[in-house]
């Protein structure tokens, strides 16, 4: 059980264009999803906090017209890259918690954008 | 605010040897402890937890111990295989989210 998918898995897009990546729940329903970004060989930072039917809740820094979160469902939450650069070639992971009130959090397998 | 650090890597073993990932970290209140690992091209998974002092987490072999006198939740295996290579990452829980360490890299040779 807690099984969380991202789609796609790797990316490759032009600059200057919007890529969305995701994030899905296929076995429970996720109150709250997370995204995450990591860098080569770096921790994850969290980016945006987004819980199902309101707005995300973006981290210190993070431009939230530039990341774009949707958190539609309990079990589908989207990030939309818009007008991508060179510089946000990442890989970006995403996790989802069931509960509220609950700590763990269930990570999905990650997409690897790349922004030529 | 809260904050997890971590020994840095890179760390690299023979196979059956002891592992030791130091782990200490600082929190507001009473968080939930956590490593996770990250095989190569993928995303994190849950190795262990501990959710209160004392509490030891275990699983494939690897253990820590919740020691709330040193802050601390370091990460042990006792022998570690080639497919243990991976990069390890201790968190914490706080305000329901979590912080990470910064990851070690860990390689097993065989």
């Known amino acids: 059980g807690a099984v969380v998918s991202q789609h796609p898995s790797r990316v490759i897009c032009k600059s200057g264009t919007s890529v969305k990546i995701e994030c899905r729940s296929l076995?429970?329903?996720?109150?709250?999803m997370f995204w995450y970004r990591q860098f080569p060989k770096k921790s994850l930072m969290l980016m945006a906090t987004s819980n199902e039917g309101s707005k995300a809740t973006y981290e210190q820094g993070v431009e939230k017209d530039k990341f774009l979160i949707n958190h539609a469902s309990l079990t589908l939450s989207t990030l939309t890259v818009t007008s991508a650069h060179p510089e946000d070639s990442s890989f970006y992971i995403c996790?989802?918690?069931?509960?509220?009130?609950?700590?763990?959090?269930?990570f999905g397998p990650g997409t690897r954008l790349t922004v030529t | 605010g809260n904050s997890v650090t971590q020994m840095e890597g890179p760390v690299t073993l023979s196979e059956e040897a002891f592992l030791t990932i130091n782990c200490t970290y600082t929190a507001t209140g009473y968080p939930s402890l956590f490593w996770y690992v990250q095989y190569p091209g993928e995303g994190l998974q849950l190795l262990l937890k501990a959710t209160k002092a004392d509490d030891k987490g275990s699983n494939k072999g690897f253990e820590a111990t919740y020691r709330k006198e040193t802050t601390s939740f370091h990460l042990e295996k006792g022998s570690v295989q080639v497919s243990d290579s991976a990069v390890y990452f201790c968190?914490?829980?706080?305000?329901?989210?979590?912080?990470f360490g910064a990851g070690t890299t860990v390689t097993v040779r065989a």
């Open positions: 968190a914490l829980s706080g305000d329901y989210k979590l912080s």
């Open positions: 996790s989802a918690r069931g509960r509220r009130g609950t700590y763990e959090q269930y």
């Open positions: 076995d429970f329903q996720a109150t709250t």
